[in-house]
């Protein structure tokens, strides 16, 4: 079945450290993985997805396919990355497409 | 153009009353979905629709919660006789059907059922 899985529900680290939010996945076919972030107060929005190989806001995610991990990084963590975080698994099967969601990290930087 | 728009922002209701909530997508997007967003619990997908049609409706957690689409545009989500257990952040997105990945959030309406 697919699953994916965001083990930390919390991660707390100072400004300046680097910071890594955990995805793991579990998918028979050739996955396509995406991180959603949620701003305090804001919309639920796409920040980044593996095809692209993109940096958004310092943030970079390697699709790893034999740890079927998704992890998603950035050096230097700053506050204003404080924000939900969601791991999400592309499903296209027949007339079915939707994401399959982690259940969120949420990330606090502090001062 | 404009976003994805929710309505009604909040809504408080008492216990077994039924309530109705409204998602107008972003204009031209064939995917529409909802989702659930308890504290704690992260984001709970309810059903999926293409056009008018919902294909999956597997989140849908009990038969209180129904939802449709018409015209391909707006869509209804009524949950019937509401439980304090409803109580959440309703979440609505659209996406177009070529990048259907990238979907559009709402701004959510959050149900109080006291």
């Known amino acids: 079945a697919q699953r994916v899985t965001q083990p930390e529900k919390l991660l707390s680290v100072f400004k300046g450290a680097p910071v890594e939010l955990k995805c793991n996945y579990s998918y028979s076919g050739s996955p396509e993985l995406f991180w959603y972030v949620q701003y305090s107060r804001q919309r639920l929005q796409l920040l980044l997805r593996?095809?692209?190989?993109?940096s958004i806001k310092g943030f970079t995610a390697d699709l790893n396919k034999g740890e079927t991990s998704f992890h998603l990084k950035k050096p230097f963590a700053q506050e204003e990355d404080s924000a939900m975080y969601y791991c999400a698994l592309s499903l296209n099967a027949g007339n079915n497409r939707k994401l399959i969601w982690g259940l969120g990290t949420s990330l606090a930087v502090n001062p | 153009g404009a976003g994805v728009s929710q309505s009604p922002s909040n809504k408080v209701t008492e216990k077994g009353k039924d309530v109705e909530l409204r998602c107008d997508p972003i204009?031209?997007?064939?995917?529409l979905y909802w989702y659930r967003q308890s504290l704690g619990q992260g984001l709970e997908f309810l059903i999926y629709?293409?056009?008018?049609?919902?294909?999956?409706k597997s989140g849908l957690p009990s038969d209180r919660f129904s939802a449709e689409r018409t015209g391909g545009s707006v869509s209804t989500l009524t949950i019937q006789r509401t439980q304090q257990e409803d109580s959440a952040v309703y979440l609505c997105?659209?996406?177009?059907?070529?990048?259907?990945?990238?979907?559009?959030f709402g701004p959510g309406t959050r149900l109080t059922v006291l």
């Open positions: 593996h095809i692209s190989r993109e």
């Open positions: 997105a659209s996406s177009s059907l070529t990048a259907y990945n990238e979907q559009f």
């Open positions: 204009s031209g997007h064939t995917a």
């Open positions: 629709f293409q056009g008018n049609s919902a294909p999956d």
